[in-house]
């Protein structure tokens, strides 16, 4: 999913995938311009990929991503909403997993505000 400003120039993406079991949503990255990165910024970019995967799967219940291990911003942003549940390796580094549920992530959010 590509993001674009006012302008219609790229200023982000999110690449996820459904797993197996078809409930669970797997964001592998997600990329924002570094003057789309302000808390507001992240929030309503998130919210509507949330309110587009529910257009698209209704079926979902959680949402995992991974972040580097050694990214202390972002580990402290993730766990405001979501739990670490583990811990994986790519590309030869440390990545933690997190996990949320998905109503509880759009509640978060407050998705139903960015329609």
């Known amino acids: 999913m590509l993001f674009d ?7 982000g993406y ?13 964001i592998e990255s997600a990329i924002l311009s570094p003057a789309y990165r ?8 998130f919210a509507k990929w949330t309110n587009h995967v529910m257009e698209e799967y209704a079926e979902i219940q959680w949402v995992k991503f991974h972040v ?9 942003l993730y766990s405001k909403f979501a739990r670490e549940i583990g811990e994986t390796e790519s590309r030869g ?23």
Not at 5 to 11: A, N, S
Request: aromatic share 14%; no cysteine; glycine share 6%.
């Open 5 to 11: 400003d006012e302008h219609g120039k790229l200023q």
């Open 14 to 26: 999110i690449q996820y995938r459904l797993e197996a079991e078809g409930d669970t949503v797997f």
């Open 93 to 115: 580094r440390a990545e933690l997993v997190f996990e949320t549920a998905f109503d509880e992530l759009r509640s978060y959010l407050r998705s139903d505000d960015t329609k």
């Open 38 to 45: 302000s808390g507001m910024q992240f929030y309503k970019g």
């Open 68 to 76: 580097r291990a050694d990214h202390a911003y972002l580990i402290n």
